[in-house]
């Protein structure tokens, strides 16, 4: 096989973990590489220009800079001078209720509910190591939106199941500050501000990765050829980890594995629906339009209505049944976004969407991906720490949004954090090496 390059770090994936850790190696002078499976880079964060929907890029996957007030990457948007926007500046509140909107005070005790939510799910934590989610609520029989905070931050933000997710987990990742657009879109963004300068090779898979050469030499082989480096850092998601997506010849140690079992992927599904006609059935722009949830587990689609003056809604739903539409494919994923809306605003939505062209996002079917971001399973909490513990003296490295700890999993902020964390590590261990 020939040989397509020699570094000091090889870096497999150019989404946002590896294009920071490509950023501070190329800020001491490191010589790296990064290699990316896909076209682009960006990985799960990806806009594309659709004129039917105006000037604003439609964003197929991440769309905030969540955290803001700690978050890296808004403090690097800001120190480029583009527009920032706080998305809740922006979104007006819409609660169905028994086919109705609902009360103001209805809607006071709604907001109430998420902090209850939050003092019922640290009183369970107190005396338990750990537990999941759909607890809570279990202990709110009285609460009449218990269940719809579990929705929201079960499948609807963390994209998995309450029955499948650490309460642990989800506390330590509850998001907090601000929430702010990028002009021009998150993925634009990424391409032209995360990836600049970045030494990166497309279209280039990493099929096996052989570690724990002589001082921690790594080889990667590729249908382009092997890449030889003194060490490795690893971004792909754990769906692709867990899949067999790459061949670690040794194998991964035990609790490496173990980690990327107990961290699988959530799935969030986007549906876009162009409306045809002029009913707006009475919503503002930037409509946040949801309903209030009756059973746990129960599938549960969040739509944004009107953004940005574009005659669209985008509907959003995660966990099992995202993946179960996903897999039916793209008509059955409309159809229930329809049935949906239907349900919420009556039957004039038939005429108001009739003929108007859809899209459906695909991150689960993606084989690059296998799902929208990792979620930590019930009493595995400390998986994301143990997936970034570093292997053979720092030579093999894993980050991304999977393996940070402190907050910001399954985020843009978080991911950048971790490639950057691992980048230091591998400086260091070529250092003790030399």
Not at 46 to 53: A, G, N, V
Not at 94 to 110: I, N, S, V
Not at 270 to 295: I, W
Not at 363 to 392: I, K, M, N, Q
Request: aromatic residues 6%; negative net charge; glycine residues 10%.
């Amino acid at each position: 096989m020939p040989r397509l390059a020699d570094v000091d770090v090889a870096v497999v994936g150019a989404g946002v973990a590896g294009l920071g850790a490509a950023a501070t190696l190329r800020a001491v002078g490191v010589s790296h590489l990064v290699l990316e499976a896909g076209a682009r880079v960006g990985g799960r964060v990806h806009s594309t220009p659709l004129p039917w929907l105006g000037e604003t890029p439609f964003e197929h996957g991440a769309v905030w800079l969540h955290s803001a007030e700690r978050n890296p990457v808004a403090a690097i948007a800001e120190a480029q001078g583009d527009a920032l926007t706080d998305a809740a500046s922006l979104r007006q509140e819409c609660t169905m209720l028994d086919g109705r909107p609902a009360t103001e005070a209805e809607l006071r005790d709604y907001a109430a509910a998420w902090p209850r939510f939050h003092a019922a799910a640290e009183a369970l934590l107190e005396d338990r190591a750990d537990a999941r989610l759909c607890e809570v609520a279990r202990h709110l029989p009285d609460d009449p939106w218990a269940l719809s905070v579990e929705a929201w931050e079960g499948p609807v933000i963390a994209a998995a199941d309450a029955d499948a997710l650490s309460l642990r987990d989800w506390r330590t990742n509850v998001l907090t500050g601000s929430d702010l657009l990028v002009q021009g879109g998150l993925g634009a963004f990424v391409r032209n501000r995360l990836a600049q300068g970045a030494a990166v090779r497309l279209r280039t898979p990493v099929r096996t990765i052989r570690w724990g050469g002589p001082r921690g030499g790594v080889v990667l082989e590729t249908p382009a050829g092997t890449v030889s480096a003194r060490a490795c850092i690893v971004t792909v998601s754990t769906g692709v980890l867990a899949a067999g997506g790459i061949a670690f010849k040794p194998a991964l140690p035990a609790p490496t594995q173990d980690a990327i079992a107990a961290l699988p992927m959530g799935a969030a599904l986007k549906v876009v629906l162009e409306a045809t006609d002029a009913d707006r059935f009475g919503l503002p722009p930037h409509c946040s339009l949801d309903r209030q949830a009756r059973t746990s587990g129960e599938p549960f689609m969040v739509f944004q209505c009107w953004q940005h003056g574009q005659a669209a809604v985008q509907g959003w739903i995660g966990g099992s049944a995202a993946r179960a539409l996903e897999h039916e494919g793209d008509a059955a994923a409309v159809d229930f976004a329809r049935s949906q809306l239907r349900a919420l605003l009556g039957s004039g939505v038939d005429a108001t969407f009739a003929g108007g062209r859809t899209l459906v996002t695909r991150w689960s079917r993606d084989p690059l991906f296998g799902g929208a971001y990792a979620y930590a399973v019930p009493c595995r909490s400390e998986a994301r720490a143990e997936l970034a513990v570093p292997l053979a003296d720092g030579h093999l490295l894993f980050a991304g949004e999977a393996c940070h700890a402190d907050g910001l999993a399954g985020t843009v902020g978080g991911a950048w954090i971790t490639g950057q964390n691992a980048a230091r590590t591998a400086m260091l261990a070529l250092r003790r090496a030399a």
